[in-house]
C-alpha cells in the first residue's frame, strides 16, 4: 500500500467501493445490541466485526476502508489474527476514529463543539503504528429556526477544530475524514430542504476557509457530508431526484475540484433512500470529484438484524451485508437502478 497521503485517499474513493463505518462507541453498539437481544461483551463485538471484515465478496469488490473504535483497532480475530490485518488482507484501508465526542459548547445551549484535540497527536502516532491510515472527526450541527439555530460561533469553531485535526493528521501521514454533519432530526417542522440547503452551504464554506487557513492539503483528504435532504418533522419530504440536484448543486458551489472524494454519511436516511440518492448523483453525468459512500447503519442494519448473536447465523448475516454493500457500490458508479431493472 503506498504512503503518500494523495494515494491513500485515492484508494478510499476507489470507483464502486466506498467505506464501511465500524466505528460504534460501546454504548451505541449496546444499543444495537439491544435491538436483537445480545449481551453488550468485548467478545461479542469482536465477532460482530469479525463477521463483517470476513465477509470476502463485499470487503474485496465493494468496501475500500474501514473506520475503526479504539478497541476494535487493537482486537484480534477468534483466530489471532489482528482485525487491522483482516482488513488490510481484503485491499481495504484502515482508518480509526479520532474525536471525542461532541459536548455542549460554553455560552450557546443547544449547541455542541467537537472535543479531542488535546493529546491528538500522540494518539495519530500510535493508531499509525496500530496499522491506521486515514482517520474521521464528526462534527455536527443543529438546525431549530425557533432557537436561531445553527450560531456562526457554532459553525466555526467545528469547522475550526476539524482543520486542526486534518493538519495534525497529515502531519503523521494520516488521511483525515472531514465530517461536519448538518443533523436531520431537528425538533422543528420549520427544517425543509432549503434551510439544511443553506446552512450546509455556510458551513462547508467555512470548513474549507479553515482548512485553507491551516495549510492542509485537498488532495490528501477525504470529505464526508451529509446529503441536502430535509429534517425527519419536516411537513414536506423531498422527491430522491430533488435531494440529488440540491446535493450536487450545493456541493460544486463549496467543495475543490481538489478534493479526490466525497463520501457521504447516511445521517439516518433509510438503507434504500441513502442508496438511491447516492445512485441519482452519480447517474447524473461527470463531476470533479468521486461520489461515494461511508455508510454504517445503512450498511449493517440488515446484516446485524440477520446475525441476532447466533454463530448459526453468520453465513445469512454476510450475505446481508453483501447485498447491502453491493447495492452501494453500484449506486456509486451510478449503476443502481439498471441492476434493480434488471434483477
Not at 59 to 75: A, H, P
Not at 94 to 102: C, E, H, S, W
Not at 120 to 127: F, M, V
Request: charged share 25%; net charge negative.
Amino acid at each position: 500500500m503506498s504512503e503518500r497521503l494523495e494515494d491513500i485517499a485515492e484508494a478510499m474513493v476507489a470507483t464502486g467501493q466506498g467505506i464501511l463505518a465500524a466505528d460504534e462507541s460501546t454504548g451505541t453498539i449496546k444499543k444495537r445490541f439491544d435491538q436483537i437481544g445480545t449481551e453488550n461483551t468485548e467478545d461479542n463485538r469482536r465477532d460482530y466485526r469479525e463477521m463483517l471484515f470476513r465477509s470476502t465478496e463485499a470487503m474485496n469488490y465493494y468496501i475500500s476502508g474501514v473506520i475503526l473504535f479504539d478497541e476494535t483497532i487493537r482486537q484480534k480475530a477468534a483466530d489471532g489474527t489482528p482485525l487491522v490485518e483482516l482488513i488490510r488482507k481484503a485491499g481495504a484501508v484502515p482508518g480509526i476514529k479520532v474525536d471525542k465526542g461532541a459536548k455542549p459548547l460554553a455560552g450557546f445551549p443547544g449547541e455542541t463543539v467537537t472535543e479531542g484535540l488535546d493529546g491528538l497527536r500522540e494518539r495519530l502516532a500510535e493508531y499509525y503504528e496500530l496499522g491506521a491510515r486515514f482517520a474521521k472527526w464528526r462534527a455536527v450541527i443543529d438546525i431549530s429556526e425557533d432557537d436561531g439555530l445553527p450560531s456562526s460561533t457554532c459553525i466555526q469553531a467545528n469547522a475550526h477544530a476539524l482543520a486542526r485535526y486534518a493538519a495534525l493528521c497529515q502531519e503523521a501521514g494520516i488521511v483525515p475524514i472531514v465530517e461536519p454533519e448538518i443533523l436531520m432530526d431537528g425538533p422543528t417542522a420549520a427544517h425543509d430542504i432549503e434551510t439544511c440547503y443553506e446552512v450546509t452551504e455556510w458551513t462547508l464554506n467555512t470548513v474549507f476557509s479553515e482548512l485553507f487557513q491551516m495549510d492542509v492539503m485537498l488532495e490528501g483528504i477525504v470529505l464526508k457530508p451529509n446529503m441536502i435532504v430535509p429534517g425527519k418533522n419536516a411537513p414536506i419530504q423531498a422527491a430522491p431526484e430533488e435531494v440529488a440536484e440540491l446535493t450536487l448543486r450545493c456541493l460544486k458551489a463549496t467543495v475543490p475540484a481538489a478534493v479526490p472524494g466525497i463520501a457521504f454519511l447516511s445521517g439516518g436516511q433509510s438503507d434504500e433512500l441513502a442508496t438511491e440518492h447516492l445512485h441519482l448523483m452519480n447517474a447524473a453525468g461527470s463531476l470533479p470529484w468521486k461520489l461515494t459512500f461511508s455508510y454504517g447503519r445503512a450498511l449493517q442494519q440488515a446484516a446485524l438484524k440477520a446475525w441476532g448473536g447466533k454463530p448459526e447465523n453468520v453465513a445469512a448475516a454476510q450475505a446481508a451485508f453483501l447485498h447491502r454493500a453491493k447495492m452501494n457500490g453500484l449506486a456509486a458508479k451510478g449503476e443502481w437502478q439498471k441492476a434493480l431493472e434488471s434483477a
